[in-house]
């Protein structure tokens, strides 16, 4: 079975996913892939932004829905992050970390200032909470 996101529902998820900060659209741009709420898991969708990062960009501190368990991908180049009081870690494509709900996403840039990177962040997230990202204040 093959699952279309509707354009309403994209567009929620953009408007959820900038939210927050200028800053966020400067030094990335995340654009939402899909939102679909799991069959089996009532209550629980599925989410996906692609998150591109320019030479030396950065996204400021910030924490994600409460609910929200994420695996981030990287799909090119190579990233930076700290989640919670963990080691600052550097990962490259291929390879990817994860958030459990409620944490701190400190650290979150590019490893290179010359070199774009690109993240895939996969939530599952209770279906009724938004926004995705909240930055810090």
Request: aromatic share 6%; glycine share 6%; net charge negative.
């Given at each position: 079975m093959t699952h279309r996101p509707t354009a309403v529902g994209l567009a929620c998820l953009a408007a959820i996913s900038l939210a927050g900060s200028a800053a966020f659209a400067q030094q990335n741009k995340p654009t939402p892939a899909f939102k679909e709420e799991i069959a089996n898991i009532p209550g629980k969708s599925l989410a996906a932004v692609l998150?591109?990062?320019?030479?030396?960009?950065?996204?400021?501190?910030?924490?994600?829905?409460?609910?929200?368990?994420?695996?981030?991908?990287?799909?090119s180049g190579a990233v930076r992050s700290q989640v919670d009081d963990g080691p600052v870690k550097t990962f490259k494509a291929g390879e990817h970390f994860t958030e459990?709900?409620?944490?701190?996403?400190?650290?979150?840039?590019?490893?290179?200032?010359?070199?774009?990177?690109?993240?895939l962040a996969i939530f599952v997230v209770d279906s009724s909470e938004t926004p995705l990202t909240m930055m810090d204040k």
């Open positions: 998150v591109e990062y320019a030479p030396g960009g950065k996204t400021p501190s910030h924490h994600h829905a409460k609910s929200a368990f994420i695996s981030a991908y990287v799909i459990n709900p409620g944490a701190h996403h400190v650290v979150s840039e590019n490893a290179s200032d010359t070199e774009p990177a690109k993240v």
